[in-house]
């Protein structure tokens, strides 16, 4: 039984796709086709059930995809043992949230990838929903993202930390210098990140409980030109802290003072329910934890 047919079974299980396994191992498609025949005629077993261009796991691949998953950990386990450097290597998949795409944070990725040259990332930006579901399609292998915490999900936090949503409005605006009340605020012009953003929704969500509805909107997809634009006047914005700290630390913007409401987020790093980690991906969750904890 060969690991490389078993870690294309892998990839197919987490895609559901032949097509995709194929891209992300680089190989013809025809040659995971043959690989899972061959894994299957090993095992005595069908792994997935075939009808069309849709392919979902059989009970037999439901059974065997543990055993999988310990086999390729076990594998990873004996190379960084015996390995002559134990240098991490490899190719990975990223996915990450605008937000912390473009904050100071994306620094210890950077780090991290020049303290270990042969590993080669894909990142992918998108909303926290999205990336969730990316993680369990295994689009991506681990995920970094604002969200609430939510016990008893089928992801595995690797690392979780309180990151506080600021309002935030120019530095001449009548409400950056006194307390206000969250109503005194609907009225206003508002520059809000797209639909789907978790603290968004959650503002709207907030704001329906009380009778109160955002009056006048304007949709950018970055945080960094929602935060240009509200350092001209247009508008105000929510946007979680580490996003505007620069900016409120230069000056350009000021934050609100909002006397009786507050968004509470985490900054969360996590990984698929039970699937293995690679021993990178376990190394850039760690460094990345690190740089916040040092920062906290």
């Known amino acids: 039984m060969e690991l490389r047919n078993i870690k294309t ?13 194929a891209l ?9 086709t043959q690989q899972i025949q061959m894994l299957e005629r090993e095992l005595g077993a069908s792994l997935f059930i075939r009808a069309g261009r ?37 190719e990975f998949f990223l996915g990450i949230i605008e937000t912390i795409a473009t904050s100071r ?21 998108d909303t926290a929903p999205h990336l969730r579901k990316a993680l369990v399609h295994g689009d991506i292998d681990i995920a970094i993202l604002f969200d609430p ?32 009340q969250l109503h005194e605020l609907v009225d206003s012009t508002w520059v809000l990140t797209q ?28 945080s960094k030109t929602i935060i240009d634009f509200v350092a001209a006047g247009l508008g105000l914005s929510i946007l979680p802290a580490v996003a505007v700290a620069d900016a409120v630390r230069e000056g350009r913007i000021a934050v609100v003072h909002v006397e009786d409401y507050e968004i509470a987020m985490q900054l969360q790093i996590l990984a698929a329910g039970e699937r293995w980690l690679p021993h990178p991906l376990a190394l850039l969750a760690e ?10």
């Open 9 to 21: 079974f892998i990839h197919v299980a987490e895609t559901n796709s032949f097509t995709v396994a």
């Open 54 to 90: 849709r392919i979902t796991l059989s009970s037999a691949g439901r059974a065997f995809l543990p055993y999988a998953y310990r086999m390729a950990a076990l594998e990873q386990e004996t190379l960084m043992q015996f390995c002559s450097t134990g240098e991490p290597e490899g």
């Open 105 to 125: 944070y994306m620094q210890r990725v950077g780090m991290f990838l020049r303290k270990y040259p042969k590993v080669r990332l894909h990142v992918a930006n």
């Open 195 to 222: 639909r789907g953003t978790n603290y968004r929704k959650k503002l709207e969500e907030d704001l329906a409980e009380r009778g109160l509805y955002l009056r006048d909107r304007v949709e950018i997809g970055t």
């Open 24 to 32: 992300r191992e680089n190989y013809a498609q025809s040659t995971v």
């Open 287 to 296: 460094d990345f934890a690190a740089g916040l904890e040092e920062e906290g």
């Open 149 to 180: 915490y939510q016990e008893g999900d089928s992801l595995r936090v690797l690392h979780r930390s309180p990151s506080p949503v600021e309002f935030i409005a120019a530095i001449d605006s009548p409400f950056a210098h006194r307390p206000v």
